[in-house]
């Protein structure tokens, strides 16, 4: 019998201290850059960390300098399944130049690997190891290391990013305008280059001398404050080493595309640091967008929402990622990516916030209008494979997608949904196609756009395999899911319709054979013999145009079944689109 003081024991062993531990360590590593602020800033809270795909790598505590400090080490994480060299996101974590930890990877615990990237987090010698600029020269050299064992982990060494936030932010802008410095590059392999192709600065300090000047953020300019620590005296008595440190001192109009974004109740660091650092980008040439989250301070939700981790993914898939354009090889271009991510190689995503998912149904913004429809997530452990299900007429996301997405997570599949312009108009399509029908209906331009913020959450969301998506749709529904294809050629690594085609006729929201020709997406076509709403010599057109541009379609037609051919024959149509969107159509 174990009495009751040993059973205390060990609860507290198992249970409490492991939390009290875990807390330690979250306060050890907060983003604050100063003491005082550690009374005013919300400790840093990331979202759950997205697990390492088990059929990826992980590689830890690299050395990238031989013999080197404790913390001149990286953690470098890799994809699944691509045989084409990555695009690499290096992270700098922040801590005021002297604390943090490169276990704290924003990248990796907001679905970055997941998306195709390789992930590097980096250490460097902290103000209390050396001062600067110790810390510049760990970053380059960690650069070098990796471009020099690019070939060794399968990286584009021509598409490097690096992200960082706070003091890791001063040292990604910093990393940014010195690629031409030569005087922070030493150590090992000087033989290759430490420049980075894109930049992402959360917060960080641009110009130590006019931060320290800003009204209410004088503090610091103390010799105790963690920019004077960095330096190695107080700000103001060292402006050369201040000037050194500072990234707008380095700006030419060669430095990388940037992307920065700061919060505007920011009391650690002035937000008018980030826009000084714009405006010497701009004035130099350089692309550079700035982004004022409002309501924000240093660090917290906000710089890890959907919205803005969807802001850093475009920009980086713009300069160094699945949307660089690989039709030349310069230092920004690359090769492509190979089969796994050439599915999403054309795609921008559409912005949306206040994404909301509860149960199986969801709510966001986009552009600040509401929007809604269905999620299922099928049990287990993602990524899994992604389905946008779209709806006929007079029907919603909830009546025609709900039972079929409840179908479709059966297999492991996740499904969505949202309701398009010709939900529950309790109209229908006129027998034979005879009279026109709202061209706000169907294939609109509205409904396609509904339709790419249904595939840009997929994208958002860690548990899905942006590299399988697919696209499903009846009746009006498949009207749009052709036009999808055609306006959206790589994105579905498959789509199938039920009761759909393409047709010539002005104000009709049906395709036209034109915007058929588009297409590139394998596509399964299924019909019925008697449908006089859409009469199957439609769906006969879209294979023909299929077939003279060499996609890969198969069609079938059911003898004496009219337009409700995906409820008539359900068994069979599941068994059909599950074999359609399970195959290899590399």
């Known amino acids: 019998m174990v009495n009751r003081a040993?059973?205390?024991?060990?609860?507290?062993?198992?249970?409490?201290?492991?939390?009290?531990?875990?807390?330690?360590?979250?306060?050890?590593?907060a983003f604050s850059l100063s003491p005082a602020c550690l009374a005013q800033q919300p400790v840093q809270r990331w979202p759950q960390a997205s697990p390492v795909n088990k059929r990826g790598e992980q590689h830890r505590d690299l050395a990238y300098v031989a013999n080197g400090h404790s913390r001149q080490k990286l953690d470098l994480y890799l994809p699944a399944g691509s045989a084409a060299p990555l695009p690499l996101i290096i992270w700098i974590h922040g801590g005021g130049w002297r604390n943090g930890s490169k276990e704290l990877c924003l990248p990796l615990r907001s679905g970055f690997l997941e998306r195709g990237y390789a992930i590097a987090s980096i250490g460097y010698r902290l103000s209390g190891d050396a001062p600067f600029p110790a810390q510049i020269e760990d970053c380059k050299a960690a650069v070098r290391w990796l471009r020099a064992h690019a070939r060794d982990y399968n990286l584009d060494s021509r598409r490097f990013g690096v992200w960082g936030s706070s003091a890791g932010g001063h040292l990604a802008a910093l990393?940014?305008?010195?690629?031409?410095?030569?005087?922070?590059?030493?150590?090992?392999?000087?033989?290759?280059?430490?420049?980075?192709?894109?930049?992402?600065?959360?917060?960080?300090?641009?110009?130590?001398?006019?931060?320290?000047?800003?009204?209410?953020?004088?503090?610091?300019?103390?010799?105790?404050?963690?920019?004077?620590?960095?330096?190695?005296?107080?700000?103001?008595?060292?402006?050369?080493?201040?000037?050194?440190?500072?990234?707008v001192t380095y700006v030419s109009r060669d430095d990388p595309p940037f992307l920065i974004i700061h919060g505007d109740q920011d009391r650690t660091v002035p937000p008018a640091q980030s826009v000084l650092l714009q405006s010497a980008l701009q004035d130099a040439g350089v692309s550079s967008t700035h982004h004022l989250i409002k309501g924000a301070g240093h660090g917290g939700p906000a710089f890890s929402a959907p919205d803005t981790v969807n802001k850093v993914d475009a920009f980086f898939r713009q300069h160094v990622g699945m949307d660089v354009n690989t039709s030349t090889a310069s230092q920004t271009a690359a090769p492509g990516l190979g089969s796994e991510t050439d599915a999403n190689s054309a795609f921008s995503d559409i912005?949306?916030?206040?994404?909301?998912?509860?149960?199986?149904?969801?709510?966001c913004l986009v552009e600040g209008k509401p929007m809604s429809g269905i999620l299922v997530m099928p049990e287990g452990e993602g990524p899994f494979p992604a389905?946008?299900?779209?709806?006929?007429?007079?029907?919603?996301?909830?009546?025609?997608?709900?039972?079929?997405?409840?179908?479709?997570?059966?297999?492991?599949?996740?499904?969505?949904?949202?309701d398009y312009t010709h939900a529950n108009?309790?109209?229908?399509?006129?027998?034979?196609?005879?009279?026109?029908?709202?061209?706000?209906?169907?294939?609109?331009?509205?409904?396609?756009?509904?339709?790419?913020?249904?595939?840009?959450?997929?994208?958002?969301?860690?548990?899905?395999?942006?590299?399988?998506?697919?696209?499903?749709?009846?009746?009006?529904?498949?009207?749009?899911?052709?036009?999808?294809?055609a306006a959206e050629p790589k994105v579905l690594a498959a789509a199938a319709l039920t009761a759909g085609g393409v047709i010539e006729v002005e104000g009709f929201p049906a395709p036209s054979t034109a915007q058929a020709a588009q297409i590139r997406t394998p596509f399964l076509i299924l019909h019925g013999s008697n449908d006089t709403t859409v009469p199957p010599q439609r769906s006969a057109l879209l294979q023909s145009i299929l077939q003279e541009n060499k996609v890969r379609n198969e069609r079938h037609v059911w003898e004496d079944v009219g337009h409700n051919l995906h409820a008539e024959e359900s068994a069979e149509i599941y068994r059909m689109i599950r074999a359609w969107f399970t195959k290899d159509h590399s």
């Open 175 to 247: 990393l940014g305008t010195s690629g031409d410095v030569k005087k922070f590059d030493k150590g090992a392999h000087l033989d290759v280059s430490s420049r980075v192709q894109a930049v992402c600065d959360f917060y960080g300090p641009s110009d130590f001398i006019k931060f320290v000047a800003t009204p209410g953020y004088e503090r610091h300019g103390e010799r105790s404050s963690p920019e004077s620590l960095l330096l190695g005296g107080a700000v103001l008595e060292n402006r050369e080493q201040a000037a050194n440190a500072s990234p």
């Open 425 to 485: 108009s309790g109209s229908r399509p006129a027998a034979g196609l005879r009279r026109n029908q709202n061209n706000d209906f169907g294939a609109s331009n509205e409904n396609i756009r509904r339709a790419r913020v249904c595939l840009s959450i997929l994208r958002s969301l860690p548990d899905v395999n942006k590299a399988r998506l697919y696209a499903y749709g009846n009746s009006m529904g498949a009207f749009l899911t052709i036009g999808l294809a």
């Open 351 to 363: 912005a949306f916030t206040d994404f909301r998912h509860n149960g199986h149904s969801w709510t």
């Open 387 to 418: 389905i946008l299900i779209s709806h006929g007429m007079g029907a919603t996301a909830e009546r025609f997608a709900g039972s079929k997405a409840r179908e479709f997570a059966k297999w492991g599949f996740a499904s969505i949904a949202t």
């Open 6 to 29: 040993t059973a205390l024991k060990r609860v507290f062993n198992f249970v409490c201290a492991p939390l009290i531990l875990s807390t330690i360590f979250v306060l050890s590593g």
